[in-house]
């Protein structure tokens, strides 16, 4: 199994891009997320998922979209990026739903 | 308010040596307790997952504790290698709205 795979691992934007960091899992997990993870902080949820066609915004949603057509995948999407977007972000998948996840590798956002 | 804080932030010591690294939350009701390691640019692991009931649970040289009554955790790393350099982080479940508390981590860096 590969896990959670997330692409790009790194990627540079201007302000007022958008983009959309992808993030797929292949242990059937029904449970996804997103989070972001900032210097001297603890991870923070941006957005999760409870199944197929169910979303939700968890703590610091605003400036990003989700969806989930499939079990597997589970794409964030920046409409308009902002410097206060960088970050690096974290796709992750659970057993259940408040279940301790499994982690991507990661990826690194720089917005100039 | 559901808090994880974690101390020192960030640590070094030398190779060979035992460091010890705390956790302290007033996540309450209390679920469960699951340590990571987050190597430098990658997503955290999981160590050890402790429930209410258990005190102590060992993996490898990992060892974490947890005092539910005084709401404390710890993961001792003994005999410290240079692979032992990572961020570990401490994340606690609440058993009411299935959420993750976070702790920012501490930074452990071992040096030969």
């Known amino acids: 199994n590969a896990g959670v795979t997330q692409t790009p691992k790194f990627q540079v934007l201007k302000t007022g891009q958008s983009m959309t960091l992808q993030c797929a899992q292949d242990m059937n997990h029904e449970y996804m997320s997103w989070y972001r993870q900032d210097p001297g902080m603890g991870l923070r949820l941006i957005h999760y998922?409870?199944?197929?066609?169910?979303?939700d915004q968890g703590e610091v949603p605003n400036g990003y979209n989700v969806s989930r057509s499939t079990t597997e995948d589970f794409p964030l999407r920046l409409l308009s990026a902002a410097p206060s977007q960088t970050s690096v972000y974290f796709c992750?998948?659970?057993?259940?739903?408040?279940?301790?996840?499994?982690f991507g590798p990661g990826t690194r956002l720089l917005v100039l | 308010k559901n808090q994880v804080e974690q101390s020192p932030q960030s640590l070094i010591i030398l190779e060979g040596k035992n460091c010890t690294l705390q956790c302290n939350y007033t996540v309450s009701p209390f679920s469960n307790l699951r340590w990571y390691k987050q190597d430098t640019g990658r997503g955290p692991v999981s160590l050890t997952i402790m429930t209410f009931s258990e005190n102590t649970k060992s993996n490898g040289r990992y060892t974490a504790t947890l005092d539910a009554d005084t709401k404390q955790s710890s993961l001792h790393i003994t005999a410290s290698q240079l692979s032992d350099s990572a961020s570990y982080i401490c994340v606690v479940s609440a058993k009411e709205g299935n959420k993750l508390v976070f702790g920012a981590g501490t930074i452990l860096r071992v040096k030969s």
């Open positions: 992750a998948s659970s057993y259940t739903l408040g279940g301790f996840p499994y």
């Open positions: 998922s409870v199944g197929a066609g169910i979303t």
